[in-house]
């Protein structure tokens, strides 16, 4: 019953004693490294084999043990043969070394350390395309050919007036599934990168173009383990385009807000923030006076001077009298007019401003909703030109109510493409329609799974399937509230990582979804061209391909297969490396058609 099992280890020796007769240096690097990898998987198979053979009429427990060894031994007899069919490579291109880069994958949290190269470059060479103002992610993955643990450092050199670079180490971390996830992204700085034998390990190269003019810059990265050293350049075409602006996609990322978190968030095109209503102080002299501590507001406001940013005001006012009392909308006149006045001075304008009485109003019932809807009314007529954000679920009945008062909407992501008489509802109102997501449902098994969720469907690609389906807005829950992600939780939410001291350190998720904002700037302003006079037709031609017969096909299969609960390997095949790839390309040729 083991025949197919004892193929697969004799077939792993075969490769690498291949490996070792015909290298250049049988007893150095890759090759030493094959030799000992076939005295292990040889030691294993002549131990094993022979409790394999003594299964007949054993106990389950000793079958089950010698079935779960094999295992173990086919998966290591695989990875064998793909690791001869590097060291081959490796010989030819460049005999003897250990410090191997390659690109691998970019938006995969899982198994980066068995990660091998496809094909050899030495030295690695990347192209990409970006627009003025992008972050250009580059992740670089470093292989050890060797039998040694390789430090290897990594230093960035970019021309004058040339990108920025910040190079990252990426860090294994524990997950509530029982695995490791490769998540956080940590500024590696002077500090070294520890690579084992015949493992992977990724440095995440983040190219600031911020303030760069269009033209070509080549980034060169230089990889150094000891004397031995490894260049990689990266070469950009910067395209002659203007994103839209800052605030024309919103995200929101439910957060506590000190200064570093903040401005990690605006950094990542975070311009929503939820903040609370100033406390009041209520004179009962003749006339009523109320006066409004800005305090705690003021100190948040300065961290988010000079950005377009939207201000969600969670709460409702005291104001020293019940809602019932005829002075209420008075008071509440009265506090309103003092507060948007003072936001006015600190550069927030009235329309990037909603009032968020309840959380999802709809998920906690009609007493809820009726509380929103009366309350919401007494806010208009204080002041007719409040906004009111509503988020979550909910029947129709519920939405008709709430759409008396309801400036923004923001439901469920999964909702977007739904054809059910509450979306209907929603789109049909002709109100600003954001949506945000708590429930994960791109993770295996669904839910706050996130670690090793599949990255390129939930985060990276989010904005632009939000914008191809109406949302101008999206958002997650959370940006830092929660268990520190550093250990293993139960509900892996946040976006970031916080330890004890309140230090951010972001993710591959994180940085995922600011890629995905800053495409969908693109987008609107392609989506803006369509518009423009001097752009030729052909070129909105393709635009419009573009965006109706690879963007929002590409959204709606994408939540579909997730709607329908389909498996990780579909959600693997549709949203990867190479979709995401397809499409930023494509989106790019139509910049460089506008920009020429």
């Known amino acids: 019953p083991y025949a197919n099992d004892r193929g697969a280890a004799a077939r792993a020796l075969l490769a690498l004693q291949a490996v070792v007769e015909s290298s250049s240096s049988p007893t150095r690097g890759m090759s030493a490294a094959m030799l000992r990898e076939a005295s292990i998987i040889r030691l294993e198979a002549a131990t094993l084999f022979s409790l394999q053979d003594a299964t007949t009429g054993s106990s389950p427990g000793f079958r089950a043990e010698v079935d779960r060894r094999t295992t173990v031994l086919n998966a290591r007899a695989e990875r064998a043969i793909a690791l001869a069919e590097v060291a081959v490579a490796i010989d030819v291109a460049a005999p003897g070394s250990r410090l191997i880069p390659f690109e691998g994958t970019t938006w995969e949290n899982r198994d980066i350390d068995r990660q091998l190269p496809d ?13 003025p103002g992008e972050h250009e992610p580059v992740s670089i993955k470093i292989f050890n050919a060797s039998l040694d643990t390789l430090r290897v450092s990594a230093k960035a050199e970019s021309q004058r007036h040339g990108p920025s670079v910040v190079i990252h180490e990426v860090l294994p971390v524990p997950t509530n599934v029982g695995t490791i996830a490769w998540d956080p992204v940590s500024p590696l700085g002077s500090g070294k990168v520890s690579v084992p034998p015949l493992e992977t390990r990724e440095v995440w190269v983040d190219i600031d173009l911020t303030g760069v003019s269009a033209g070509s810059y080549t980034v060169d990265v230089l990889l150094k383990a000891g004397r031995e050293k490894s260049r990689v350049s990266i070469d950009l075409d910067v395209l002659s385009f203007e994103m839209a602006g800052f605030g024309a996609m919103r995200l929101c990322g439910w957060a506590t807000y000190g200064d570093e978190a903040v401005a990690d968030y605006l950094a990542h095109g ?20 109320i006066d409004l501590d800005y305090t705690d507001l003021d100190e948040f406001l300065a961290r988010i001077e000079g950005y377009d940013v939207f201000l969600l005001m969670n709460g409702m006012p005291s104001v020293g009298v019940p809602e019932d009392d005829d002075s ?269």
């Open 119 to 131: 094909q050899l470059e030495l030295p690695l060479h990347v192209e990409r395309r970006a627009v």
């Open 270 to 289: 975070g311009n929503v923030f939820i903040a609370g209503l100033p406390p009041a102080t209520v004179s009962e002299s003749d006339p009523v006076q």
């Open 328 to 596: 209420y909308v008075s008071r509440l006149r009265m506090y309103l007019e003092q507060l948007f006045a003072h936001l006015e001075t600190r550069g927030i304008s009235s329309e990037n401003v909603a009032l968020y009485p309840h959380d999802e109003p709809g998920g906690h019932g009609w007493n809820t909703v009726n509380h929103y809807v009366k309350w919401a009314k007494l806010g208009l007529e204080a002041m007719p030109e409040l906004r009111f954000y509503v988020n979550g679920g909910g029947d129709l009945p519920m939405f008709e109510a709430l759409n008396e008062v309801a400036s923004v909407w923001c439901p469920g992501y999964y909702m977007l493409i739904d054809d059910k008489p509450e979306m209907n509802y929603l789109r049909a109102s002709n109100k600003t329609l954001w949506t945000y997501d708590c429930g994960y449902a791109y993770a295996r098994p669904i839910g706050a799974n996130t670690k090793t969720i599949n990255v390129a469907g939930q985060y990276r690609m989010a904005a632009p399937f939000g914008h191809a389906l109406g949302a101008t807005g999206i958002g997650y829950w959370s940006y830092n509230i929660g268990e520190s992600m550093w250990n293993q939780v139960t509900h892996e939410y946040p976006l970031v990582y916080v330890d004890d001291e309140k230090r951010h350190t972001s993710s591959r998720r994180w940085e995922a979804v600011r890629e995905g904002m800053e495409d969908t700037r693109i987008i609107i302003k392609l989506r803006e061209s369509l518009n423009d006079p001097t752009v030729d037709e052909s070129v909105k031609t393709k635009i419009w391909r573009f965006l109706d017969e690879t963007l929002e096909p590409f959204a709606r299969q994408s939540i579909t297969e997730v709607q329908f609960g389909l498996g990780r390997y579909v959600l693997d095949a549709t949203n990867s490396d190479a979709t995401v790839d397809a499409f930023r390309q494509e989106m790019l040729d139509c910049v460089k058609l506008v920009s020429e």
